[in-house]
């Protein structure tokens, strides 16, 4: 597996992981309107507005295999909500299914956490859905769980974010 970063012309095969994982990941977890929500075209938008868009130094990594197919991707940079904490933020790290537990996520993840340490943002925060499956990957990582919920929808279909933080420590 090649992990290089990400650039304008990878967008489609970004969205197309995106989708594609997210709803694998996420069917049965979150309310049907996520689910509903989470088109090609959203989500092409999305990676477009943020590759163009450089407010939170915006960064990308992507996982191809040999043949040149893009199968995953992490996408990184300054802490969104408070960009003037000096933390950095995982925004998500996703792999298509078939490509899940084999070491590529990992490998994603701490590329991340390298260049974010490099440039300053040794302090690290990911949000991650209260009910995903994958929340022991960052706990194997050494997240600490932080004692807080993000809830974002509208009443009634709400889902709830947790997150772990890496405090002054790389992965």
Same mark, same amino acid.
Do not use: C
């Given at each position: 597996m090649q992990i290089r970063p990400g650039t304008v012309a990878d967008v489609p095969a970004i969205a197309r992981v995106y989708v594609d994982s997210w709803k694998a990941t996420y069917e049965g977890l979150m309310p049907e309107v996520f689910l509903k929500g989470m088109t090609d075209e959203a989500a092409l938008k &999305?990676?477009?507005? +943020?590759?163009?868009s450089n407010t939170h130094s915006y960064r990308t990594l992507v996982a191809e295999t040999p043949e040149g197919r893009l199968v995953g991707f992490t996408d990184y940079g300054q802490e969104r909500s408070h960009p003037e904490t000096?933390?950095?933020? $995982?925004?998500? %790290?996703? %792999?298509?299914? /078939?490509? *899940? !537990? *084999?070491?590529?996520?990992? *490998?994603?993840? =701490?590329?991340?956490?390298?260049d974010l340490s490099r440039s300053g943002?040794? +302090? #690290? $925060? #990911?949000? #991650?859905? /209260?009910? +995903? @499956?994958?929340?022991?990957?960052?706990e !194997? +990582?050494?997240?600490?769980? !932080? /004692?807080?919920? !993000?809830?974002?929808? @509208?009443?009634? =279909? *709400? &889902?709830?974010? #947790?997150?772990? $933080?890496? =405090? =002054?420590t790389g992965p």
């Open positions: &999305i990676f477009t507005e +943020s590759f163009q000096g933390w950095g933020e $995982i925004y998500g %790290l996703y %792999l298509l299914k /078939d490509f *899940q !537990k *084999q070491g590529t996520g990992t *490998q994603l993840f =701490n590329l991340a956490m390298e943002l040794t +302090s #690290v $925060i #990911v949000w #991650v859905l /209260d009910k +995903s @499956p994958y929340r022991r990957f960052y !194997k +990582s050494g997240g600490k769980l !932080k /004692d807080m919920v !993000k809830k974002l929808g @509208p009443p009634g =279909n *709400q &889902i709830h974010l #947790v997150p772990y $933080i890496w =405090n =002054n």
